[in-house]
């Protein structure tokens, strides 16, 4: 699978884009605010259905596009698949709505409409995730390792959906129970009745649920295993990277609290779903009255969360900035190789002005592992941060103001 070709008008600061992309690799330069970044959540948004930015969805229509009667910005991918596969067009338009309001009043203000188009069939935006798999590594992916559970929980859906539709299924079947058994939570807290009402949330949570501990904690255990060896090769074997999965509710914590003897562990790897499902669902029985005092569902893996250590030091707070940024390397590239194993095919590595901060021996391996991948867009501000004999194998193209203009000499 290849991405072969983009264009992209209005969005952010480039109105009108014909970019092909045959190439294995392409190297992006810019000065600062130029729309580098940009190009690459562009990719990353038909790839995922989402902007891998926070900030509101009318953000990414082009500011001189709002404007106009009717705003809207339109990107679309073509993709070459392996071997003589059909290619596949993936579009995505946001369009600026003014909503109606209810009740004729000031009005909600715009929103944004997103349509969804694949070789021209309309389409749900879940459709989109793993047509074009890519794996992106922005500056800001420090976070990952230093920030909030939800950005790990987030990050580890987008992996996973991308590989899994059914995953992406049961996730989207979770959330919505989620939101079904607090809400009805709520009504039992603050006006009382039986609890005996959640029986049927309970069930659906379960059942979704285990989906997601089970696919999380394989998923886990495999990116432990291969973003060691990335984290052993950037730090030249100085350091031993282990990533742990947190589950909620925690197997090794639910035995504690429920026996002080102990029992075996329930262990989400080796268990059959449907055994997961069981124990998921004794778990919300058993918590019911916790869950209706707080009005919300204490436990389950929206709570869930992952670790980071070095030599048994929690890098999320002892973790030097450098340290913190070369584990969340470490775990791209692993991603990249689980991609590839799970689905036979190399995602599209998209590297967002990664070089600049990175020693000797980190860059080494980053252009190592770019030798690796069948396609790879970079981009950097410098074009020093490459070896001549990089830049010789790559396009490459300037980027200014949002237009590029391809660099041959
Ligand atoms: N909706 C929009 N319409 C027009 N321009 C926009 C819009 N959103 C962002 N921009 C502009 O895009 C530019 C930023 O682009 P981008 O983040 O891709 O820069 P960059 O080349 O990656 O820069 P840096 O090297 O600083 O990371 C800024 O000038 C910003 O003002
Ligand atoms: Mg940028």
């Keep these: 699978m290849r991405l072969n070709h983009l264009s992209l008008t209005n969005f952010r600061n480039y109105a009108r884009l014909e970019l ?20 690459l959540e562009a990719i990353h948004l038909l790839a995922t259905g989402r902007s891998p930015r926070v900030g509101a969805e009318r953000e990414l229509i082009n500011w001189l596009a709002l404007e106009s009667s009717l705003p809207y910005a ?3 991918a073509e993709i ?52 074009l798999r890519v794996v992106l590594f922005l500056p800001e992916d420090v976070s990952l390792v230093a920030g909030a559970p939800t950005e790990r929980r987030r990050y580890l859906d987008i992996a996973l959906c991308q590989i899994s539709a059914s995953y992406c299924r049961a996730l989207g079947e979770y959330n919505k129970v989620l939101s079904q058994r ?26 979704h649920g285990s989906v997601l501990l089970q696919r999380r904690a394989h998923a886990v255990s495999e990116l432990n295993r291969l973003a060691a060896e990335r ?37 989400f ?16 029985r058993a918590t019911r009255g916790r869950d209706v005092a707080a009005g919300s569902s204490l436990s389950g893996p929206h709570r869930d969360d992952m670790a980071f ?16 940024r070369t584990a969340a390397l470490a775990l791209k590239l692993a991603e990249v190789q689980m991609m590839r194993e799970a689905t036979g095919d190399m995602p599209l590595l998209l590297l967002d002005d990664v070089m600049s901060e990175l020693d000797a021996i980190r860059r080494r391996t980053l252009l190592d592992a770019l030798a690796q991948v069948d396609q790879a ?15 010789a194998q790559a396009r490459r193209w300037q980027v200014a103001q949002g237009a590029l203009e391809r660099v041959t000499a």
Aim: glycine share 14%; net charge negative; aromatic share 4%.
């Design 182 to 207: 607090n809400a009805l939570l709520r009504r039992l807290r603050d006006e009382g009745g039986d609890s005996g009402q959640l029986a049927f949330w309970d069930d659906q949570a379960a059942e």
């Design 377 to 391: 867009l970079v981009t950097t501000t410098d074009w020093d941060d490459f070896t001549p004999e990089l830049l």
């Design 20 to 39: 092909g992309l045959s190439d294995r690799l392409t190297v992006f330069q810019g000065a600062n605010a130029q729309g580098k970044t940009n190009l």
């Design 74 to 76: 339109r990107l679309v």
């Design 231 to 267: 984290q052993r090769d950037l730090t030249g074997g100085a350091e031993r990277l282990q990533l742990g999965y947190l589950p909620s509710p925690d197997p090794a914590k639910v035995i504690a609290s429920r026996s002080a003897t102990g029992g075996d562990r329930f262990a």
């Design 269 to 284: 790897e080796t268990a059959a779903r449907e055994q997961t499902a069981g124990w998921l669902l004794a778990h919300l």
């Design 80 to 131: 070459g698949a392996a071997g003589d596969a059909p290619t596949e067009r993936l579009e995505v338009v946001l369009e600026l709505a003014r909503t109606p309001a209810p009740g004729g009043g000031g009005g909600n203000g715009p929103v944004v409409r997103k349509q969804v188009r694949i070789n021209g069939v309309p389409k749900r935006g879940l459709d989109l995730i793993g047509r």
């Design 309 to 324: 250590t070095v030599e048994g030091h929690d890098l999320r707070t002892f973790g030097s900035r450098g340290q913190q």
